[in-house]
């Protein structure tokens, strides 16, 4: 029985929902979870229900990583610190946007918890409007495809470096299509001192305009074609990659997701792809995936 | 050793208060005027003087964020801060508040900007009347720092379980070196009970904070958040009289009266100004004047009743506010002084004066000038509000 | 029902919400087909599939939205997804 429990509004084919049952499974009962405002807490905390079966705390969109050192720091001045992992759970939002100032400072002052990012790529829970971390020509509803447009222009925000930047002894990206690894790598960042960073990418059914049984085939190939490369960095060097044995072109990925959808009816579609395919190629030298 | 006076910085006699209440994690983010308490902290936590988690932290916003989740985990909790760092903790302060997280804070009375200023008003703690914080202005040091073991104890309360902040003016009470009675820790231990809070965040007993609650639940967390201010409008004085007993000092619960009881002319304000129309009213009483001051202490919860019972004697009202609401015209003690009065059949003209802005100094020639315009109300001259002490070559 | 202010009330407490109403098609597991590798139960994000005594799994249909991510993922093809008659 997990320790996300059912009955939450998560929509069918969650990716957040999966996100969460992987952490907690992975750490177990002694610990406390600390969520920002987002799908995962809306969902899972309509009063007076909880699918928590952990202390569970939210606060505001922005402070969850301020709110976990708080917590960090009471629980030693009470002396009941013992095993308990302190556990941010927050979205790509919560987490490199309006977060952003929060979790810098909480990792430059070294405090002992684990902040995961479940990375759906947009502010899902308001509507699928674009965050930080929304890919490069991703259509949102705050950067749509239209006549004189290719959906998002921006590039994603590298999260990872920027954590691994502040000196923490374990950052890794993971994806839900990759439980094992996932949860490997959770537990691996619970056990580590000082405060660790796991970047989960979490295909969403609803805001990438997929059906819902897609989401572990959807996140499967945005690994095989290096979109969303799986590493592991301690102390700021990369020490573990997934190896990619069958690369994909990203091509694949791309027509598996409506918010994609325009690169293959507008003409200039096909130089944006060229372009998004670079930044997999980035990936695999970059990271050593081949 | 009791009733010892030592002549300290107003913040070191505030940071000394907050030691010896014993809390469990400070965490806070400099600015001006409040830095020296927090100065004072770091040294205390720095030379082992507090058995306490000090936390630095990268802005107001994280500090009381931190302070969330801290109190929620069973901390007793303090921090500090001013003006634009209060102004950036606002959705945090309502958040606190409705989380029913009892943390104490210290409000140093600065103006806001635009234009920055650094002085003292109190426009910052007045913008964040509709919080749910309990809110007590204090009147000099001593109080400042008295108020702290006191307001721990009323928002501790298990009924009450509400935010408080403690107000003290920029500068003025800060940064002044007064004589005071630095809180003894034996007394404090006596007065203060240990924080220990029903329901935390506990592995063994886990429960979810900061639930969602739709339109068929959200009323009734704000009522409860109202009857909690009630149950404090009685604590506050309860308080006040408990620590009377353990330290044999008094300013008032609520309100506080000085030479009121005939006066005709009634001034009320609260804060440090409190001392300069004393010494007006001294003055102005050796001249025949009938006139008093009605202190007020707690703005939040709003004293109305004690208010009301107060000046059914006055013939004029003197409201002064180091506060506006830019587009009423007025400060907010005058506005809700009115307001409470409104459905009685008493009544008194109430006259607003705003003043002291951004750290204007006000002298007592100045509280002579308001009585004498106040009085105009008589040849039924009236201005209902105004900021006063204008620059006729800026205005 | 006793508000509690600043919490809800027993951790779970959504397991309440019987979100099997949610559902338009429901999977039908075959236990013929079945290798036992326990994807389903895995990539499951109602955390409602369950090991059977005998090695097999079967969802609780009392939760399952119908996402249909277990079919997708079988590996054995052994769960199909049925457009439920109501």
Not at chain 2, 6 to 14: N, T
Not at chain 2, 59 to 82: D, H, Q
Not at chain 2, 166 to 175: K, P, V
Not at chain 2, 192 to 198: F, G, I, T, V
Request: net charge negative; charged share 20%; hydrophobic share 40%.
């Amino acid at each position: 029985m997990s320790l996300l429990k059912p009955g939450h509004r998560g929509c069918a084919g969650c990716c957040d929902a999966l996100a969460a049952k992987f952490v907690l499974d992975a750490i177990g009962e002694d610990c406390i979870v600390v969520s920002p405002t987002g799908c995962l807490e809306v969902f899972t905390t309509p009063y007076p229900e909880s699918s928590w079966g952990v202390p569970w705390i939210h606060s505001l969109f922005e402070n969850a990583a301020a709110v976990a050192s708080g917590i960090e720091v009471a629980l030693k001045a009470l002396g009941k610190k013992n095993n308990t992992r302190i556990v941010a759970i927050g979205g790509d939002g919560a987490t490199l946007d309006i977060g952003l100032q929060a979790i810098s400072g909480a990792f430059e002052r070294g405090h002992d918890l684990l902040y995961i990012c479940v990375d759906n790529e947009a502010y899902m829970n308001t509507g699928v409007q674009r965050s930080g971390a929304t890919p490069l020509y991703a259509s949102t509803t705050t950067s749509p495809a239209g006549k004189i447009s290719s959906g998002n222009p921006q590039h994603k925000k590298n999260m990872p470096a920027i954590i691994a930047a502040h000196g923490s002894p374990y950052v890794a990206t993971a994806s839900v299509a990759y439980a094992p690894d996932m949860m490997k790598k959770v537990k691996k960042a619970a056990q580590t001192k000082g405060p660790t960073y796991v970047h989960v990418h979490a295909p969403c059914c609803t805001g990438w305009r997929f059906e819902g049984s897609k989401t572990i085939e959807v996140g499967r190939l945005a690994v095989e074609t290096a979109m969303w490369p799986l590493y592991e960095m301690e102390n700021g060097v990369i020490t573990n990659v997934k190896k990619l044995r069958n690369k994909k072109p990203v091509e694949e990925y791309l027509r598996a997701q409506g918010r994609f959808k325009h690169l293959f009816t507008a003409e200039s579609g096909v130089e944006e792809i060229k372009k998004i395919q670079a930044i997999a190629d980035w990936n695999v030298k970059n990271f050593g995936l081949e | 050793m009791r009733n010892r006076m030592v002549v300290v910085e107003g913040s070191f006699a505030v940071a000394h208060a907050v030691k010896v209440s014993r809390p469990h994690v400070i965490s806070a983010y400099p600015i001006t005027p409040q830095t020296h308490i927090v100065e004072d902290l770091a040294q205390f936590a720095a030379d082992g003087e507090m058995n306490c988690e000090y936390m630095n932290v990268e802005s107001e916003f994280s500090a009381i964020s931190a302070l969330i989740g801290a109190s929620a985990a069973g901390a007793r909790t303090y921090s500090s801060t001013t003006s634009q760092g209060l102004a950036l903790m606002h959705e945090a302060l309502f958040n606190a508040s409705g989380m029913r997280l009892p943390i104490i804070m210290t409000v140093v009375n600065r103006a806001l900007s635009a234009p920055i200023n650094i002085w003292n008003d109190q426009q910052d703690s007045i913008s964040q009347r509709d919080t749910g914080w309990i809110q007590l202005y204090a009147e000099d040091v001593q109080e400042s720092a008295d108020t702290i073991p006191q307001l721990y104890k009323i928002a501790e309360d298990p009924d009450i379980l509400l935010p408080a902040m403690t107000c003290m003016d920029g500068f003025i009470l800060s940064h002044v070196y007064e004589p005071v009675i630095l809180l003894e820790q034996s007394l404090t231990d006596e007065f203060l009970p240990r924080y220990s809070p029903e329901i935390v965040l506990d592995p063994k007993n886990p429960m979810s904070f900061g639930a969602f609650a739709d339109p068929s639940t959200y009323t009734e967390f704000r009522y409860k958040q109202e009857k909690a201010m009630a149950v404090a409008l009685n604590r506050i004085e309860e308080v006040a009289n408990e620590f009377n007993d353990v330290y044999g000092r008094y300013y008032g619960g609520l309100i506080d009266g000085y030479l009121l009881d005939d006066a005709e002319i009634v001034i009320m304000a609260m804060g440090s100004v409190i001392g300069t129309i004393k010494d007006a009213i001294d003055e102005l009483r050796s001249e025949g004047e009938s006139i008093g001051l009605l202190k007020v202490r707690s703005f939040r919860p709003f004293p109305a009743d004690a208010i009301k019972k107060a000046i059914k004697n006055a013939k004029v009202v003197i409201t002064l506010d180091k506060n506006i609401s830019i587009g009423k015209n007025e400060g907010a003690l005058c506005t809700e002084v009115k307001a409470c009065l409104y459905n009685t059949d008493f009544r008194v003209p109430v006259i607003g004066f705003m003043i002291g802005f951004g750290g204007r100094d006000i002298p007592i020639s100045m509280i002579r000038n308001l009585v004498t315009k106040a009085k105009l109300v008589e040849k039924g001259i009236f201005v209902e509000s105004e900021i006063v002490d204008l620059r006729e070559d800026l205005a | 029902m006793k508000l509690i202010i600043k919490t809800v009330t027993k951790p779970g407490s959504t397991r309440a919400n019987k979100t099997g109403a949610w559902r338009s098609f429901m999977p039908v597991f075959d236990h013929k087909l079945c290798s036992k590798c326990g994807i389903c139960a895995i990539y499951c994000p109602e955390g409602v599939v369950h090991k059977l005594e005998n090695g097999f799994y079967e969802p609780d249909y009392e939760y399952c939205k119908g996402c249909g991510i277990c079919a997708n993922e079988c590996p054995k093809k052994a769960i199909i997804m049925v457009l439920e008659g109501k």
